[in-house]
């Protein structure tokens, strides 16, 4: 038999604090809650594949910009590594753009030296 000394008071549903009176722009403001901006400057385009090195070894393919910013993406909207190479991948082309995506390899080998900007850093602005 459950203990009910406390059952009025408890799995009770909150009242709505306000009454909502113009919902076209509180529809339009759930709306925009969902919407993805991505800004990428004609710069960070011209930087997203690495410059060649002229020491020996393989060359890089994608430059630490990019990294960074598949990897901001990712800790921004907490994905997987696999996640954001799909992320970038259906984003990239929606913008029109023909650059080649980072792999989820490549992204977790370039990771392990990227200072990330993480929770024990405290709040994080991405701009």
Not at 1 to 23: C, D, E, L, S, Y
Not at 84 to 104: K, Q
């Amino acid at each position: 038999m459950p203990f009910k000394h406390n059952a009025a008071r408890r799995h009770r549903i909150g009242r709505m604090k306000f009454k909502v009176t113009n919902w076209p722009e509180y529809e339009a403001g759930l709306r925009r809650r969902g919407s993805l901006t991505l800004w990428l400057t004609p710069e960070a385009l011209a930087m997203w594949l690495a410059p060649r090195r002229t020491t020996r070894g393989g060359q890089p393919r994608y430059s630490d910009l990019a990294i960074e910013t598949a990897l901001t993406l990712g800790l921004v909207f907490g994905l997987r590594l696999r996640q954001v190479e799909g992320l970038l991948g259906s984003v990239l082309p929606l913008m029109g753009l023909a650059l080649a995506v980072p792999d989820h390899t490549t992204l977790s080998r370039r990771a392990r030296t990227w200072q990330s900007p993480n929770k024990a850093h405290g709040r994080c602005h991405v701009v």
